[in-house]
């Protein structure tokens, strides 16, 4: 198999990190961005000139464009694009910020968004190329206490479906990847947290119980790498895959009440149409 030239956001830990790991012991070549490259160092420094590290704050267009360029001239090409970089917004909706909103929709949505975009040129003139996009099942259900970080993540979901459909015809593939709970550092020192408000301390306390029994035992981050890999390899890639154990039960049973919903107020929707009989 020939081997593939990563551009990944967000290396410094996590998902971001470990999946790097697995496309360099492979023998693949990686571009891995942070904010701060001394995370990247050992990397480095095991890897030799198969990696290379680049400060980059997603949020910031015009450095996107640039680093994303500087990647492409380095190694000549880029065949799969990571948007990783991303964190978790806590808070309930009416606790959050104007600035911790923006600052959430920045990273975590226009920051893939311009990675995408950046990125596109250069897939469509090579002939293809494969996006994968870090989602979470909270792109697809939603909970409480996350609501704005769930915001980011069902619209990364709607402009990936439709990205999708635009770019197939270039030979471009595109994968939501859509991860449960995993150890990493999403909900501890990367999180940020809003200005708590004491009328919602009881619906906190009932949604963090809820939480501890979905979540159950977190995955592992290492053991993603051989997912990804795999999905990265497939010749006919998944449009959205769910990593770790219970977002399909999650799923099924939200997707189960929204089609039970819709079918009971269907009499209503037909009538709101305004067609004559």
Known sequence: MTSKIWFITGTSRGFGREW???ALDRGDRVAATARDTASLD????KYGDAIVAFS??????EAVFDVVGRAHDHFG??????NNAGYGQFGMIEEISEQEARAQIETNLFGALWVTQAALPHLREQGGGHIIQVSSIGGVSAFPNVGVYNASK???E?????????TAAFGIKVTLVE???YDTDWAGSSARHATPLAAYDDVKKHAAEQRARRVGTPGRPEATRDAILRVVDAERPPLRIFFGDGPL???TADYESRLATWREWEPVSVAAHGKET
């Open 20 to 22: 790097a790991i697995a």
């Open 42 to 45: 050992d990397l480095v420094d």
């Open 56 to 61: 980059l704050d997603v949020a910031d267009r």
């Open 77 to 82: 090409r880029l065949d799969v694009v990571v």
């Open 154 to 156: 069902w619209a990364l």
């Open 158 to 166: 709607g402009f990936s479906q439709s990205l999708a459909q635009e």
């Open 179 to 181: 991860p449960a709970a």
């Open 249 to 251: 039960a999650i799923a």
